[in-house]
């Protein structure tokens, strides 16, 4: 059995929970097959070391140039290296022990010491010289990076210890030292092996020697000496009768374990705990990304690289019983057809791939199915992933939401409106049906009247479960108001525990909620089968006033508190781990711990923004003003663009007396950042407490036209009216409001207000 330490030759000791760990070779001594598939595929090409036959890259030293920065590749004594800036802007050396990825880009890993590797910020474009490639590229094109920049090849955000190694490598175990800030990683594999998928070998391979050994027919891994089985014992297959336009399941699937091996790493998630795979839920490890701003539009499509699973559960494929392996061969990871052969499969030819469905020239590139159902968008600007939800085009929502519409791709000329129209006569003229996205896209917005229809579709069975997580997740910003309570108190008891997790987030940005209200919805969730929603449910309870609890549930809930460190520890060797977990410790009143964990932050990246100016803000409440002081006039100094420092410092200058100076770093702050509201509504409020009311008002109305239902603005606005006796203009506000927050208890108190001034 052969292990490798990333301290290269430091003779390290494999972790316990590797042991179990043979090797894809010897799984090939019986499944020859599966291992000749599997050999050359992208999961065996992962990672590999760096040698003359792995490496595609041209090292025969070669310079790149990239504004005044310049990057040499070049071999010395069969080993291959790199003469780059360093993240202090020295020119220094740096070794490549390992290839990263294949096809269509392959990236270089970098030793830089302490047991860390880094994914260089440039790559060899692997596609034929005809295609465009042979060719060294900047992974983030033209845009210089520079050393300060969170994507630059030195930081945290690039370690392949903390980012990648978990999905490029098999059995991966981070090891991280938080004291040293060093690494002894460890793996029982290179590449993406059997075991990966399928856990560890050595019990099967002792089943295996057994002479007579025994062949299970039920269902029951253990028989076979694995810790759980990929393949299905319903007996169901894909069944299409004569007449039928579409396959179905004979009978329904009974299990998704394959696809929850497949989303460990082919989803957008955050990690949160370190134990290799042994069919364990995706969730007891990982907190998925649902759909979201930046990460999804509004529809569901995918926006930022999202890796499939996301958008694969929203699809008609999934809710049917579609799994991976139906379309893609699992050891290979090739396509089981091509074109629309594969789709065939289940798709009637003479219902499907006609011109009276597809209404393009038979044969051409639109008529391919994947052409309208999974376009794919370029991510490393080479790099084109397809959308998996499958999704049939409705360029009305284009013009709806402003959501990419697939047939624009084609028929730019002509856009959304005119498609819009086309599809409409193929439908005979018939109104397209409603989708979810009209209802997230309110979401994202928090516009007034949201709540209701998100609460309706986090509560639908009929819609995928990411969907209504998803909607779930998004009634935060309507808290307290009876439809968010109530819809999150139901999706909290739903079996699908995306469900639940997407309710308790919305619990996080909850505002305005009694502690007993916000531990009676939370605290039974932390004794949730899956460790996401635990940790999740956990972390919206550190903060609860004392006396909350009864004493013997308050030692409960420690103990659960206690798996969320856990969680972020886990995460201990980024600035995101320890800001959270300074934020935890800020929150349960523990100062030396918070001032740790955001000191350690600033450690490791110096740029982190946010854990200085919480620094800062616990400094100021010990009485440690000038520390806190320093803190924020160094930021601002060194990121005087930075709309967060600059607000820090105006709220700074607010506490010392120092109006001018107020004024102009929170308007600058608001300039800097017009998209945040908070920025203008803190703003208005120092104008108005330095008599300057009128400024005031004209800050509020001004942010109000790009945040039409901000709360905090509108509320701002209402209660300046009152003051001023402009009862009109109050009730105007006031109406908005209402309509937004009727259950707000801060809006009925204004309208108490301005009752009883009109009386």
């Known amino acids: 059995m052969t292990f490798v330490a990333l301290l290269f030759g430091a003779g390290r000791v494999p972790a316990a929970d590797t042991l179990g760990f043979v090797g894809s070779t010897q799984c090939g001594g019986c499944h020859a097959d599966a291992l000749a598939a599997w050999r050359g595929s992208h999961h065996d090409l992962a990672m590999q070391n760096a040698t003359d036959s792995t490496v595609l890259g041209d090292f025969n030293n070669v310079t790149v140039r990239q504004g005044d920065a310049a990057t040499r590749f070049f071999r010395r004594e069969g080993g291959f290296f790199i003469e780059t800036k360093d993240a202090e802007g020295r020119l220094a050396e740096f070794e490549v022990p390992f290839t990263f990825g294949v096809t269509p880009l392959q990236q270089y890993l970098v030793d830089v010491g302490d ?26 094109g033209d845009e210089f990076i520079s050393p300060s920049d969170e994507r630059h090849w030195t930081h945290r955000g690039q370690t392949w210890n903390y980012m990648c190694a978990d999905c490029h490598s098999t059995a991966f175990r981070k090891s991280y030292d938080e004291g040293a800030r060093r690494y002894a990683s460890v793996w029982a594999e290179l590449d993406v092996g059997c075991e990966a998928c399928h856990g560890p070998g050595a019990a099967h391979v002792a089943w295996a020697e057994q002479k007579d050994a025994p062949r299970p027919t039920a269902k029951g891994a253990e028989k076979l000496g694995l810790t759980h089985r990929l393949a299905d014992f319903d007996g169901g297959r894909w069944i299409r009768e004569p007449g039928d336009r579409i396959a179905h399941r004979s009978v329904a699937r009974s299990s998704h374990a394959e696809i929850n091996a497949c989303a460990r790493c082919h989803s957008r998630r955050t990690q949160i705990n370190e134990a290799v795979f042994r069919g364990q839920e995706l969730l007891d490890d990982y907190i998925p990304a649902l759909l979201e701003p930046g990460l999804y539009h509004s529809d569901g499509q995918i926006d930022e690289e999202v890796y499939v699973w996301g958008s694969f559960l929203q699809s008609r494929m999934y809710q049917a019983g579609v799994t991976c392996s139906d379309c893609h061969d699992a050891h290979s990871g090739r396509l089981r057809a091509e074109g629309n052969t594969l789709c065939a499969g289940c798709h009637a030819v003479e219902a499907y791939d006609v011109p009276a469905h597809h209404h393009h020239a038979p044969g051409s590139a639109a008529a391919a199915c994947v052409a309208c159902h999974m376009p794919s968008r370029n991510y490393m600007q080479v790099d084109a992933r397809r959308d998996h939800s499958m999704r049939v085009p409705r360029p009305d929502l284009s013009q709806m939401l402003g959501v990419p519409d697939v047939c624009s791709g084609c028929h730019a000329d002509q856009g959304a409106a005119w498609a819009a129209a086309a599809i409409g006569r193929w439908r005979g003229g018939a109104a397209p049906p409603p989708h979810y996205g009209e209802i997230l896209a309110r979401g994202f917005l928090a516009e007034p009247g949201g709540e209701q229809a998100l609460a309706a579709l986090a509560a639908d069975h009929t819609q995928p479960g990411i969907v209504r997580a998803s909607a779930a997740r998004l009634l935060g910003p309507y808290f307290p108001g009876q439809y968010a309570l109530e819809a999150t108190s139901r999706a909290l008891a739903e079996q699908d525990p995306l469900i639940r997790l997407g309710a308790l987030q919305a619990l996080g940005d909850a505002r305005g909620i009694p502690g007993a209200v916000r531990a009676q919805l939370a605290l039974p969730q932390t004794y ?98 000038e520390e806190a002081g320093e803190l924020l006039r160094d930021g601002v100094n060194r990121f005087p663009d930075n709309a967060e420092l600059q607000h820090a410092i105006g709220l700074q200058s607010v506490r010392s007396g120092d109006q001018a100076g107020a004024v102009q770093s929170l308007e600058r702050a608001m300039m800097l950042r017009p998209e945040e509201p908070r920025y203008a509504y803190v703003l208005g409020i120092a104008l108005n407490s330095y008599g300057r009311a009128a400024d005031a ?41 209402l309509r937004l927050r009727p259950d707000d208890a801060q809006v009925r108190a204004l309208e108490q207000a301005l009752d009883g001034g009109g009386q």
Not at 706 to 711: P, Q, Y
């Open 115 to 140: 047991g860390a590797l880094q994914t260089f910020g440039w790559a060899w474009d692997s596609r034929p010289k005809g295609g465009g490639g042979q060719r060294w590229m900047a992974v983030y």
């Open 528 to 625: 949730d089968e899956v460790r996401a929603v635990r940790v999740t449910a956990a972390r919206q309870l550190a903060g609860l006033p004392a006396g909350t609890l009864a004493p013997d549930r308050q030692a409960e809930l420690e103990a659960h508190l206690q798996e969320f460190v856990a969680s972020e520890r886990y995460r201990a060797d980024h600035y995101l781990g320890q800001f959270n977990l300074g934020n935890f410790f800020a929150e349960r009143g523990d100062s030396a711990a918070a001032e740790r964990a955001y000191r350690e932050a600033l450690a490791l990246s110096g740029d982190s923004v946010p854990a200085a100016v919480n620094l800062a803000e616990l400094l100021r409440r010990q009485g440690r003003d």
């Open 697 to 737: 008002v004209e800050v509020f109305r001004n942010a109000l036209v790009l945040h039409a239902n901000d709360r905090d603005l509108l509320i701002g606005l209402a209660s300046l009216y009152l003051e001023a006796g402009n009862a009109e203009a109050a009730r105007g506000v006031l109406k908005r409001l």
